[in-house]
């Protein structure tokens, strides 16, 4: 059987604060196509794991491969090249506010300077599209775009210079249910034709039980398990339990049991 092709690939990660450990000996791969959420309890270190797998941040030990490359040994020219490989949408997208949509898309495009100055503007018409906004919200300043369209002139950013792996935080927070939704399947759409690998930190129910491919669970300073919604919900684990059997989550664990008794 072949080795997976993992697009991370972190093992033996420790991130420490002072006296505060975070994180002690926690792996986390994914693999190359896959859409996964990151969740735990509050103080399990989503946001700091977030950073240290895109290399915002070092680890206090351990080791961190993307695409195969070890992050922690190459160049800062290479480390560079790696983080040109990795769009991410910040949480509240991160847009700046005196710029257009289309200068905000512009910005990576001219900054790396990988394309043909010419094609720049097309370019970024593109993604703009891609990201499902109206051609004529190019020209709108953030202050003019609804929450929803915000999330998505965030993500036609992140994905400005054509990235493998798209990192997202907390995509779908402030949204209502039906643009939650419609932003989940854009998504899944966009992984699934351009081959995109996804890994977004969430608390959106929805998302994790009906909008990604797997769930990852931080817990005790590691990644406590790795599956479907309904595969961690059916664990022992009182972590587990808490989370994906508890009020808020209830209808949910309760719908996917009523799934598979309809399925037996």
Do not use: C
């Amino acid at each position: 059987m072949s080795e997976p092709d993992w697009v991370i690939d972190a093992r033996a990660i420790v991130n420490q604060f002072g006296s505060n450990r975070v994180h002690d000996g926690l792996d986390f791969q994914l693999e190359r196509g896959r859409v996964r959420a990151l969740v735990g309890g509050s103080g399990t270190g989503k946001t700091v794991l977030l950073h240290t797998l895109i290399m915002l941040r070092a680890p206090t030990a351990g080791s961190l491969k993307l695409f195969g490359v070890d992050a922690g040994t190459v160049s800062e020219a290479e480390r560079q090249r790696l983080r040109e490989r990795i769009g991410v949408l910040f949480q509240g997208g991160a847009l700046f506010t005196s710029l257009t949509v289309l200068e905000n898309v512009l910005l990576p495009l001219k900054e790396h300077g990988r394309f043909d100055p010419s094609w720049l503007h097309e370019l970024a018409m593109s993604k703009i599209l891609l990201a499902g906004l109206p051609a004529d919200s190019a020209n709108k300043r953030p202050i003019e775009l609804s929450g929803g369209m915000i999330k998505r002139a965030a993500l036609a950013r992140a994905l400005a210079l054509e990235p493998e792996l798209l990192v997202l935080d907390e995509p779908t927070s402030g949204l209502d249910p039906i643009s939650a939704a419609a932003f989940d399947e854009l998504i899944h759409t966009l992984s699934r034709s351009l081959g995109l690998t996804v890994l977004q930190v969430t608390h959106d129910l929805d998302s994790i039980w009906r909008g990604v491919d797997e769930v990852a669970f931080l817990g005790r300073k590691k990644v406590l398990a790795v599956g479907t919604a309904a595969e961690l919900a059916a664990r022992d684990e009182p972590e587990l339990v808490a989370y994906f059997r508890g009020e808020r989550s209830m209808a949910y664990w309760q719908a996917a049991q009523s799934g598979e008794r309809e399925a037996v």
